[in-house]
């Protein structure tokens, strides 16, 4: 097996933007792409990756891998890695480790133990949305700083002609409303309207790493989970997020 990236940035942002969420998981490689999916010590989150072939300048990979990591290691090592870096990754003879390499100025190489983890194949949570919202980062971004002064929960939802993100607490209330005449509010389709409340620092970490022009992708249902997705260049990723279900 051997993956060969001509830039290290996607790949290192991609494991920044998992790692925040996820300690350990499987890398699953076919002859078409390099995936993950996995959820949450606390399993009200998971996330789902995938890196497509093409993204690659060489893949090889026969049949279907299962690669185990401690995905927090890997991240402390592609921290290493400079955006421009050609990126290599192989098994090592052994097929116990990951030998991870960057090319510069310099090579470096650094070999990664693989770790057996027995995990269930996971399906995406089957929602029939009730509203697609797609926006600039910073405009969720901005609205979840504003939102972390007054609670560590924040309400998400639409109704037929805006966003809005909400907080309240003894400290307060904070209301986000962005119209959909808004530049930054590219898509709002809603069926009727819809809104969840969410753990604020599940939001703010699933949002840690796309600049504020990127373009995110947000479908909503009343207290249901959310699912959040968005491109790092040739990756993509979607998270879902489970609601907080106020009691009566």
């Keep these: 097996m051997k993956l060969v990236l001509e ?3 996607d790949f290192q942002k991609s ?9 350990e998981a499987e890398f699953i490689l076919d002859e078409n792409a ?3 999916k996995a959820t949450d010590p606390s399993q009200i989150s998971m996330v789902d990756f995938r890196m497509e072939k093409g993204a690659f300048k060489e893949f090889n990979v026969e049949g279907k891998m299962k690669l185990g990591m401690d995905l927090d290691y890997l991240n402390q090592i592609m921290g290493r890695a400079k955006p421009d870096d050609l990126l290599s990754i192989e098994l090592s003879e ?14 470096r190489k650094f070999q990664v133990p693989l770790i057996d983890i027995s995990a269930a194949e996971l399906p995406n949570p089957k929602i029939d949305f009730d509203a697609t919202v797609k926006l600039k980062a910073a405009v969720l971004q901005d609205a979840l700083k504003d939102a972390a002064l007054i609670s ?11 966003f809005f993100v909400k907080a309240s607490s003894s400290k307060g209330t904070v209301d986000n409303e962005t119209k959909k005449d808004d530049k930054s509010l590219i898509e709002l389709n809603a069926s009727k309207p819809a809104a969840s409340m969410f753990p604020l620092d599940y939001l703010q970490d699933m949002l840690k790493v796309p600049g504020g022009d990127a373009d995110i992708t947000l479908k909503l249902k009343g207290d249901a989970p959310i699912e959040i997705s968005y491109n790092i260049g040739s ?8 609601p907080r279900i106020e009691s009566e």
Excluded: E, M, P
């Design 34 to 36: 390099l995936l993950l």
């Design 152 to 162: 560590t929960h924040v309400s998400l939802g639409v109704d037929s002609d805006c």
């Design 235 to 242: 990756a993509s990723l979607t998270y879902f997020l489970a």
């Design 94 to 107: 052994d097929k116990s480790r990951l030998v991870v390499r960057f090319k510069g100025n310099s090579t």
């Design 7 to 9: 830039k290290a940035s």
């Design 15 to 23: 494991i920044n933007a998992i790692s925040v969420l996820i300690d």
